[in-house]
């Protein structure tokens, strides 16, 4: 066949196919009786070999070595191509990450997208000290910055940048509530645990009342600081979760202090002292002790009864930290 006709039933156009001669790659063999060259079958067969490996992804140059090559390994192959693509991927994922937040700071003119370019790189610093310096300098505008800043933080490994960035983004205050709440739901739980510390360290009406919504999040770190935020605003169905931090010993100081203000502020001091000794059955050596701390600072007699059984228990442990906490218990506790 000559060009044209390879060309018309290919698809492959007539100027790729001279280039592809011009390179040694596909050349026609055959000649017509006026000269002309001419594709064999053989021809024909390389031709379409080349195209389906250029659908691979595999470069001009690639697919020459290959064919060139009778020891080529195609698995060697494939992974090198399985590489190469996730490797763009990665590349044009973040490529359209730093679009996404471009398009959030809603730019009017260029200069918006330059500033915002500009925040990104210095954000995105190879060097973990250069970050910490650019979040301590950030002087920008909170409204317009906080996607490409709350990114930053929640993807922050390097504790003192982590710090800064989240001291950045208590500055900037309610405007990085909603994009740090959507994050509490994050597959990743490194970043939901960061969203978790910037709206602590928040610490807005909104940012708590945010938290305070979270209680029944499958993240035990995030139920159980939603569970602390919750009894800071008086909500009795935070004891059981309370008192479950107490016996796992996560945040358990925090926890029987929320409980001690439930009891004292919220007339809840029997339900707790209950919830506490229910606690303590089947509880280990170490919960028990925790839970007896915990009875000590709350008041009313139910919480005081409890601890005085306690004094006799088989675990010297208990019993000592019972007695000692009987004798320093203040008497109206």
Same mark, same amino acid.
């Given at each position: 066949?000559l060009?044209?006709?390879? @060309?018309?039933?290919?698809?492959? /156009?007539?100027?790729?196919?001279?280039?592809?001669? /011009? %390179?040694?790659?596909?050349?026609?063999?055959?000649?017509?009786r006026?000269?002309?060259?001419?594709? /064999?079958?053989?021809?024909?067969?390389?031709l379409?070999?080349?195209?389906?490996?250029r659908?691979l992804?595999l470069? =001009?140059?690639?697919?020459?070595?290959v064919?060139g090559?009778?020891?080529?390994?195609p698995?060697?192959m494939?992974? &090198?191509l399985?590489? $190469?693509?996730?490797?763009?991927?990665?590349r044009e994922?973040?490529?359209? $990450?730093?679009?996404?937040?471009?398009?959030?700071?809603?730019? #009017?003119?260029w *200069?918006?997208?330059?500033?915002? %370019?500009?925040?990104?790189?210095g954000?995105?610093?190879?060097d973990? *000290?250069a970050? &910490?310096r650019?979040?301590?300098s950030?002087?920008?505008?909170?409204?317009r910055d906080?996607?490409?800043?709350?990114?930053?933080?929640?993807k922050?490994?390097?504790?003192n940048? !982590?710090? +800064?960035?989240?001291?950045?983004?208590a500055? %900037?205050g309610?405007s !990085?509530?909603?994009?740090?709440?959507?994050a509490?739901d994050?597959?990743?739980a490194?970043? $939901?645990?960061?969203? =978790?510390?910037a709206?602590?360290?928040?610490?807005?009406?909104?940012?708590?009342a945010?938290?305070?919504?979270?209680?029944?999040?499958?993240?035990p +770190?995030?139920?159980?600081? !939603?569970?602390?935020?919750?009894?800071?605003?008086?909500?009795?169905?935070?004891?059981?979760?309370?008192v479950?931090?107490?016996?796992?010993?996560?945040?358990d100081?925090?926890?029987?202090?929320?409980?001690?203000r439930?009891a @004292?502020r919220?007339?809840?001091?029997?339900?707790?002292?209950?919830?506490?000794? #229910?606690?303590l059955?089947?509880?280990?050596g170490?919960?028990?002790?925790r839970?007896a701390?915990?009875?000590?600072v709350?008041?009313?007699p139910?919480?005081?009864a409890?601890l005085t059984?306690?004094v006799?228990?088989?675990?010297?442990g208990?019993?000592?930290?019972? /007695?000692?906490?009987?004798?320093?218990?203040?008497?109206d506790?």
């Amino acid at each position: 066949m000559l060009i044209g006709e390879v @060309s018309t039933q290919s698809g492959i /156009s007539a100027r790729m196919l001279r280039h592809y001669d /011009s %390179i040694g790659l596909v050349s026609p063999t055959g000649r017509t009786r006026g000269g002309y060259r001419q594709y /064999s079958e053989e021809d024909v067969r390389r031709l379409f070999h080349v195209e389906g490996l250029r659908s691979l992804g595999l470069s =001009l140059q690639d697919i020459a070595d290959v064919l060139g090559d009778l020891s080529f390994s195609p698995a060697a192959m494939v992974e &090198q191509l399985v590489a $190469r693509t996730r490797d763009r991927l990665t590349r044009e994922e973040e490529l359209l $990450r730093r679009l996404d937040q471009v398009r959030a700071s809603e730019p #009017a003119a260029w *200069s918006d997208v330059l500033r915002t %370019i500009g925040l990104m790189r210095g954000l995105d610093s190879d060097d973990p *000290s250069a970050r &910490q310096r650019f979040a301590l300098s950030f002087t920008g505008e909170g409204d317009r910055d906080v996607v490409p800043l709350v990114d930053a933080a929640l993807k922050e490994a390097e504790p003192n940048v !982590a710090g +800064a960035l989240d001291w950045v983004l208590a500055r %900037i205050g309610d405007s !990085a509530v909603p994009v740090l709440a959507e994050a509490l739901d994050a597959p990743d739980a490194a970043r $939901r645990h960061r969203a =978790l510390t910037a709206l602590v360290k928040i610490g807005t009406p909104r940012a708590s009342a945010v938290l305070a919504d979270a209680y029944r999040h499958p993240d035990p +770190a995030v139920s159980g600081r !939603a569970a602390l935020v919750r009894a800071e605003r008086g909500e009795a169905d935070t004891i059981p979760a309370l008192v479950a931090l107490v016996v796992e010993g996560r945040d358990d100081v925090d926890a029987a202090d929320a409980l001690a203000r439930l009891a @004292s502020r919220h007339d809840r001091a029997d339900e707790i002292a209950r919830a506490l000794a #229910a606690a303590l059955t089947g509880a280990t050596g170490a919960a028990r002790r925790r839970l007896a701390s915990a009875l000590a600072v709350v008041p009313g007699p139910k919480a005081q009864a409890t601890l005085t059984g306690l004094v006799d228990d088989p675990d010297r442990g208990v019993a000592l930290t019972a /007695s000692f906490l009987l004798r320093v218990r203040p008497p109206d506790t």
